[in-house]
């Protein structure tokens, strides 16, 4: 089964209201309202896309460790994955998508780092619910994430839907800001040249790992 088919599989259940998740469907509208309100901003259109140069950055893994994209470009491509935090189901699936081609992906000679918005303890806990081995690196502030073009702020009425239920984003990132990052993919080059990039900002879209390794295996070339 691809990404997307889980993805469509966990947000048929959820939506439908299955058992453990019993969503109104009130909260589900408010939820499509968001996400179509973000499409129609036009802000995806405006983050870095190939051929642009990758923003240089250093941020802590999930144990305190920096980790230097500078460092890691010595080595070879780095794949970067921006998600929304341990609190997102879809995000959860994905990274778990990640660590299956992570194999595929390290054999092309390239890293693999994960940004989130989260502290530290919420990184260790994605890595360990999701057995990935990859690092984990916080992005104080969604800075990273802006950087990119990827920052954007939750509009009132979902801040007030998140606080009904009890979805604390300030709490699980150490930041009031209630900012987020577009879901997105990047693979850059050892010259910090990016190859490859998808955005989108419907969380419930993401493509399938496998589909960066043709861009992955050209940059390490």
Known sequence: MSLQEKLDAFKTDFE?????YNVPYSVIETMHR???????SGAAQKALKAGDQAPAFTLNDQDGKPVSSA???????????????????YC????????????????????????????????RK????????????????NDV?????????LQDY??????????????????????LPMPARYVIAPDGTIVYAEVNPDYTRRPDPAEMLPAIRKAAA
């Open 16 to 20: 439908a209201g299955k058992p453990p």
């Open 34 to 40: 968001a996400t179509a309100e973000l499409i129609a």
């Open 71 to 89: 460092e890691l470009l010595s080595q070879g491509p780095l794949v970067l994955t921006f998600y929304r935090g341990v609190w997102c189901p």
């Open 92 to 123: 959860n699936l994905e990274l778990q998508a990640v660590q299956a081609t992570l194999p595929e992906i390290l054999a092309a000679h390239a890293n693999v780092v994960a940004i989130s918005p989260q502290v530290a303890p919420n990184s």
């Open 126 to 141: 994605s890595a360990r619910q999701n057995e990935l081995t990859f690092p984990i690196l916080s992005d104080p502030h």
């Open 145 to 153: 994430a802006a950087a990119f073009g990827l920052r954007f702020a």
């Open 158 to 179: 979902l801040v007030d839907l998140y606080k009904s239920l009890k979805n604390d984003l300030p709490a699980f990132n150490g930041d009031p800001s209630w900012t």
